[in-house]
Protein backbone atom coordinates (compact mmCIF):
# COMPACT_ATOMS: atom_id res chain seq x y z
CA UNK A 1 0.00 0.00 0.00
CA UNK A 2 1.40 2.77 -1.35
CA UNK A 3 1.72 6.50 0.83
CA UNK A 4 0.50 8.96 -0.87
CA UNK A 5 3.17 11.45 0.94
CA UNK A 6 5.62 9.09 0.20
CA UNK A 7 4.83 9.17 -4.10
CA UNK A 8 4.65 12.77 -3.60
CA UNK A 9 8.33 12.38 -2.26
CA UNK A 10 9.34 10.42 -4.51
CA UNK A 11 8.01 12.39 -7.79
CA UNK A 12 9.27 15.51 -6.16
CA UNK A 13 12.98 14.31 -5.60
CA UNK A 14 12.92 12.56 -8.65
CA UNK A 15 12.25 16.13 -11.04
CA UNK A 16 15.37 17.39 -8.92
CA UNK A 17 17.73 15.27 -10.02
CA UNK A 18 16.39 15.69 -13.31
CA UNK A 19 16.46 19.25 -13.24
CA UNK A 20 20.22 18.88 -11.82
CA UNK A 21 21.32 16.33 -14.94
CA UNK A 22 19.72 18.44 -17.41
CA UNK A 23 21.94 21.47 -15.47
CA UNK A 24 25.06 19.40 -15.61
CA UNK A 25 24.91 18.41 -18.83
CA UNK A 26 24.24 22.33 -19.86
CA UNK A 27 27.60 23.29 -17.92
CA UNK A 28 29.43 20.29 -19.69
CA UNK A 29 28.18 21.86 -23.11
CA UNK A 30 29.60 24.89 -21.85
CA UNK A 31 32.51 23.89 -21.09
CA UNK A 32 33.09 21.73 -24.25
CA UNK A 33 32.26 25.03 -25.81
CA UNK A 34 34.85 27.31 -23.98
CA UNK A 35 37.73 24.72 -24.66
CA UNK A 36 36.98 24.25 -28.29
CA UNK A 37 37.08 27.75 -28.44
CA UNK A 38 40.45 27.98 -26.68
CA UNK A 39 41.90 25.13 -29.39
CA UNK A 40 40.68 27.12 -32.51
CA UNK A 41 42.26 30.51 -30.65
CA UNK A 42 45.73 28.27 -30.11
CA UNK A 43 45.56 27.29 -33.16
CA UNK A 44 45.02 30.79 -34.76
CA UNK A 45 48.27 31.81 -32.31
CA UNK A 46 50.61 29.39 -33.60
CA UNK A 47 49.79 29.79 -37.20
CA UNK A 48 50.10 33.47 -36.79
CA UNK A 49 53.66 32.89 -34.74
CA UNK A 50 54.62 31.05 -37.68
CA UNK A 51 54.15 33.22 -40.69
CA UNK A 52 55.23 35.97 -39.10
CA UNK A 53 58.47 34.54 -38.32
CA UNK A 54 58.48 33.49 -42.39
CA UNK A 55 57.22 36.30 -43.95
CA UNK A 56 57.94 40.05 -44.30
CA UNK A 57 55.53 42.81 -43.61
CA UNK A 58 55.24 43.54 -47.20
CA UNK A 59 54.38 39.53 -48.15
CA UNK A 60 52.19 39.17 -45.09
CA UNK A 61 50.56 42.69 -46.46
CA UNK A 62 49.81 40.88 -49.70
CA UNK A 63 48.83 37.70 -48.65
CA UNK A 64 46.26 39.60 -46.13
CA UNK A 65 44.94 41.25 -49.16
CA UNK A 66 44.56 37.95 -50.79
CA UNK A 67 42.63 36.47 -47.55
CA UNK A 68 40.16 39.28 -48.29
CA UNK A 69 39.51 38.88 -52.11
CA UNK A 70 39.63 34.90 -52.26
CA UNK A 71 39.89 33.46 -48.82
CA UNK A 72 40.21 29.60 -49.81
CA UNK A 73 43.29 30.50 -52.10
CA UNK A 74 44.36 32.40 -49.13
CA UNK A 75 43.67 29.97 -47.16
CA UNK A 76 45.48 27.79 -49.43
CA UNK A 77 48.47 29.54 -49.66
CA UNK A 78 48.90 29.76 -45.85
CA UNK A 79 48.74 26.27 -44.97
CA UNK A 80 51.58 25.50 -47.61
CA UNK A 81 53.83 28.21 -46.34
CA UNK A 82 53.48 26.59 -42.75
CA UNK A 83 53.88 22.94 -44.20
CA UNK A 84 57.13 24.04 -45.84
CA UNK A 85 58.59 26.06 -42.95
CA UNK A 86 57.37 22.96 -40.40
CA UNK A 87 59.54 20.74 -43.23
CA UNK A 88 62.30 23.37 -43.29
CA UNK A 89 61.99 24.17 -46.81
CA UNK A 90 61.79 27.64 -45.51
CA UNK A 91 64.99 28.80 -44.04
CA UNK A 92 65.03 32.60 -44.49
CA UNK A 93 61.79 35.12 -44.54
CA UNK A 94 60.16 35.29 -47.69
CA UNK A 95 59.95 38.88 -49.37
CA UNK A 96 57.13 39.93 -51.61
CA UNK A 97 58.07 38.61 -54.83
CA UNK A 98 58.71 35.72 -54.09
CA UNK A 99 55.51 35.29 -52.78
CA UNK A 100 54.34 36.63 -56.02
CA UNK A 101 56.25 34.00 -57.42
CA UNK A 102 54.64 31.31 -55.32
CA UNK A 103 51.30 32.56 -55.71
CA UNK A 104 52.04 32.16 -59.22
CA UNK A 105 52.80 29.12 -59.15
CA UNK A 106 49.77 27.89 -57.35
CA UNK A 107 47.86 29.65 -59.63
CA UNK A 108 49.41 27.62 -62.64
CA UNK A 109 48.30 24.21 -60.92
CA UNK A 110 45.36 25.03 -59.75
CA UNK A 111 44.28 26.47 -63.36
CA UNK A 112 41.90 24.72 -64.97
CA UNK A 113 41.86 24.61 -69.21
CA UNK A 114 38.04 25.10 -70.56
CA UNK A 115 37.38 25.13 -73.36
CA UNK A 116 34.28 26.17 -75.58
CA UNK A 117 33.05 23.40 -78.15
CA UNK A 118 30.50 24.51 -81.02
CA UNK A 119 28.63 22.34 -82.16
CA UNK A 120 27.85 23.24 -85.75
CA UNK A 121 25.42 20.63 -86.68
CA UNK A 122 22.79 21.72 -84.08
CA UNK A 123 23.04 25.36 -85.80
CA UNK A 124 22.52 24.03 -88.90
CA UNK A 125 18.78 22.11 -87.63
CA UNK A 126 17.63 25.41 -86.36
CA UNK A 127 13.83 26.03 -86.84
CA UNK A 128 14.50 29.58 -88.12
CA UNK A 129 15.56 28.45 -91.46
CA UNK A 130 12.97 26.12 -92.28
CA UNK A 131 10.63 29.18 -92.63
CA UNK A 132 12.45 30.68 -95.84
Known amino acids: MADPELDAI???RLA???SQYRKGEGESDQNNQK?????????????????SQILDQSARARLNTLMLGKPEKGKLVENMLIRMAQSGQICTKIGEKE??????N????????TSVKFDRRRAALDSDDEDL
Open 106 to 113: VNSQTQSK
Open 16 to 18: QLQ
Open 35 to 51: VKEEQIRAQEDAKNSIL
Open 10 to 12: RKQ
Open 99 to 104: LIGLLE
